[in-house]
């Protein structure tokens, strides 16, 4: 009498779990730019899938937060401050950042189909180049790419991996000094060739106790407190830029946070994206 064995189920699922996180996080295309482009064949090997079941777990996360933009249209009042985003006909508008931006759930991906299914005449283009755990002295290595995509508008959303501890107690992995220097050098650098609008955004606060029981973290020696996210966000208030704070967010009662109390849900996500579309829209 043949059967399933429950651990074997058990494994199976957590090895889909696993697959469909890194999908979700991780576009090598992004770190090896420099190898051009990347058949779509090989990205889905480095994930141990065949090209169908990779454009199938990509055309999910495009179902998901097309939904999730749909039904914020359809909250009443919200489709006009998608007009009223500065965005004008056939700009081009850009983000950088980590893993919350470059996320395929992202605040991002949720504006790009706002403007898509509420002023999709004005053809305004929108390009993630957000790296998954990039620092920001890693996105200035980045900045040629940002300057060939010549966009109108950039949004900005860097900070959250400076402030990294190593070990407890330990350093961050980029002073907030040299946080601040680079964070300025992209916004002037960025803007030498031509006027160019930069908005800012915090980086997202932590759930400090899931961080600290968060296995992996445990392992690597890694953590992340709130006290030294403030830190970045204040700096980033004090610039002359719009600055758009995502770190007190109100919340429909969904959880904001994956496991690791660092990463969004895409319940999450929507909030950052309700609080972009507000601060740009003037609400």
């Known amino acids: 009498m043949s059967g399933t064995n429950p651990g074997t189920e058990s494994q199976t699922a957590d090895r889909t779990a696993l697959t469909e996180r890194l999908v979700r996080f991780q576009q090598p295309g992004k770190s090896l730019f420099y190898l051009g482009r990347v058949e779509e064949t090989r990205v889905a090997e480095l994930f141990g899938l065949d090209l169908d079941a990779y454009r199938a777990m990509l055309a999910g996360f495009e179902d998901q937060v097309r939904e999730v933009a749909g039904e914020l249209l359809a909250r009443p009042g919200?489709?006009?401050?998608?007009?009223?985003?500065?965005?004008?006909?056939?700009?081009?508008?850009?983000?950088?950042?980590?893993?919350?931006?470059?996320?395929?759930?992202?605040?991002?991906?949720?504006?790009?189909h706002l403007l898509a299914l509420r002023r999709p005449a004005e053809s305004i283009r929108l390009t993630n180049l957000a790296v998954s755990g990039s620092s920001t002295t890693q996105a200035l290595t980045l900045l040629p790419g940002l300057a060939?995509?010549?966009?109108d508008q950039v949004l900005c959303m860097l900070g959250a991996n400076d402030v990294q501890r190593?070990?407890?107690g330990g350093p961050s992995l980029?002073?907030?000094s040299e946080t601040e220097r680079n964070l300025r050098a992209l916004?002037?650098?960025?803007?030498?060739?031509?006027?160019?609008?930069?908005?800012?955004l915090t980086p997202s606060a932590v759930d400090e106790a899931r961080v600290a029981e968060y296995t992996h973290f445990q392992?690597?020696?890694l953590s992340w407190a709130n006290e030294?996210?403030?830190?970045?966000?204040?700096?980033?208030?004090?610039e002359p830029e719009p600055t758009v704070d995502t770190r007190s967010?109100?919340?429909?009662?969904?959880?904001p946070h994956l496991p690791d109390g660092v990463h969004l849900t895409l319940e999450g996500q929507r909030d950052v994206a309700v609080a972009v579309v507000q601060a740009l829209a003037g609400a």
């Open 228 to 238: 030294d996210i403030d830190a970045v966000a204040e700096f980033l208030l004090r």
């Open 219 to 221: 392992r690597a020696g």
């Open 78 to 112: 919200f489709g006009e401050l998608v007009d009223r985003l500065p965005f004008e006909a056939d700009q081009h508008i850009v983000a950088i950042g980590e893993s919350t931006t470059a996320d395929r759930l992202s605040w991002f991906e949720i504006l790009r």
């Open 187 to 200: 916004r002037d650098l960025a803007g030498r060739r031509g006027p160019l609008r930069w908005t800012w």
């Open 174 to 176: 980029v002073s907030l």
């Open 249 to 255: 967010l109100p919340h429909s009662g969904d959880d």
């Open 166 to 168: 190593l070990g407890p």
């Open 148 to 151: 060939f995509q010549r966009p």
